[in-house]
């Protein structure tokens, strides 16, 4: 969910850490020099935790369930993508271990 605030926007968005054999598993893309957490923007109406179990589905094709929510990180940055380039975006993210 991206809401337009004055100049900028806040984000709010779901992370899965998931790890395998002491290895977490991160993606990345074409448009990314980093790897991140597998997740995405929490849509409007859904829980957190119906997000999480959505993007984990919709990225790796297994539907798992959220075990506990691990952290809640806030961040500033200036956006990148051709929506919000070069604007202030406050972000939100919850982090679930599944």
Known sequence: ????????????????????DGKFLMVGNDRADYLYSVGGRIR???????????????????LMEPDRLGFIHENYFYGDSPSNKGKLVYEISYFFYM
């Open 44 to 62: 409007f109406g859904e829980t957190a935790e119906e997000a999480v179990v959505r993007e984990v589905s919709e990225e790796t094709g297994v």
């Open 1 to 20: 969910m991206t809401v337009p605030v004055g100049d900028g926007f806040i984000n709010v968005r779901v992370g899965a850490i998931i790890m395998r």
